[in-house]
């Protein structure tokens, strides 16, 4: 049987409560004939394991079972990609408006970046051309304009004309486009020495060739790269910050917890076709009173590098994870953190080394996936958490003069609690507790030198509703549940926390009803 699936521990004691108020609802509906009578009421009998209780948990939190039965709690989060504007956007700067004024056959432009950047290919997804080559010769003249390193599905660009001679008066005989730009689009540009060269010739009709007119000139317009190709150079692509919500302590007040072997991972998805090296700009955790609280360790100060594509279109993944052979993380993480604040960088080429020859796309990006682990392996004394619920019972149970409960719990698992309530009104006064004194809700297992449970604890409880109590029940706004909360031998051991471990709840009660 399992009849409930809790978001806490705390959602057991809540469970309780609901599960007692229901029966009561019923026996409030007695024949009015019978003015006293007490009635037997099995409540809850129920055999459940902890990850049964927990239940689902959001989309950023999930519970998971190693192969060995350990339960582990992991906290997810994901900073928005990187991508590769910076390098394209310096690039297409140049490329908005290029006016080369035609001088010589051989004509050079830029393409350079910052740096010790060398670009050897760029592919182009967009841009215009106009061209304007006059003959100012007293002779016809055949022109050619020809970018050799420029390539459309394997032919290089080439635009030629014959224009006749010049009259002396006039505008002369001009090759052009002002009407209908070239669309660049699709062509493959080689750029050695970080430069696209031009090539122009004007010959006559007798075949000599002839220095270019006055007023020849190429104009190229909104330049845009899908691709590029070479040596990029040493580049920081600043990441996104995050942040990740650790709510296991989110209602904590005091005592201690340690994990054993807690981890943080790093997985770094790379369409990057560049070395690159990821540093690790900020690694805190806070804790439950707002101390920031920094994970130290060679990762951390001088990075890692991570995986990069060979080929565009794939992608590279790189898991790095901080554990406590590489950092104080067994330490940070058992000082009850509510959050993990990060931000990690990546620094393309970070060797320098101009030997190799990467890539990006305009659609290269990395991001950063990081998880938190807390498996339940460890120890905890006095943990102590509250939570409120809230409940509305009013009066409806005017005819029930007394409740007794009786609660059994057989505890398979290595945590011991104790429990302790108050009802509270509507503007927060206390009613009454919900008992005399704590309640032992749980008692821990006995561990083996594994810290794996070795025995069945059963605790037997008696809590009785009646005079104050009862009215409380009755009129109260919410309850509020404080747990305290041990391992084994309060705290000694290292225990581990399983799927195996069942917790069975028994819970019955004794019912009075009165009519007057």
Known sequence: MKPFSCRSLTGLCLLLFISCSNQLEDLSRVDETRLAAAYAVPII????????????????VSLSVDPDGLLRFTYSGEVPAVGSDIIFSRLEEIGQGIFLPITASRIAASFGLPGQADIEELRVKGGLMSYNLPNTYDRPVAVTLTIPNAERDGEPFIIS???????????PPTFSNPGAPIDLNGYSLSIPNDSLFFEYTMIDDQGNELEPSPNTSVVITNLKFSFMRGYLGQELYPGGRDTISVDFFDRYLEGEIFFVNPTITMTLINTFGV????????????????QVIPITGEAVDEGFYFEFPTTPGDTAYTTFVFDNTNSNIDEVLSARPVALDYEVNALIN??????????????????????????????????TVRDTFPINLMDRYQDVVGVDFRLTTKNSLPLGMLLQGTFLDAQ??????????????LRPAPVDAAGNTTNIVPVTNDISFTGDRLEALRTANRL????DISTTDEGTPFVRVTDNQRLQVLLGAIVRVERP
């Open 275 to 290: 070395p690159a090296l990821a540093q690790v700009n900020v690694l805190n955790v806070i804790d439950v009173n707002g």
């Open 428 to 441: 927060g006064n206390a009613l009454a507790d919900l008992n005399d004194g704590e309640i032992q809700l």
């Open 480 to 483: 509020v549940i404080t747990l």
């Open 45 to 60: 009998d129920s055999e459940v394991t902890l990850s049964e209780i927990l239940g689902d948990v959001n989309e950023d």
């Open 161 to 171: 004309s014959n224009l006749p001679a010049y009259s002396g008066s006039g505008e």
């Open 350 to 383: 970070p060797d320098e080394d101009t030997e190799i020859n990467g890539f990006l796309t305009d659609s290269s990006a990395y991001r950063a996936q990081v998880k938190v682990e807390l498996p339940l392996y460890g120890n905890a004394s006095d943990f």
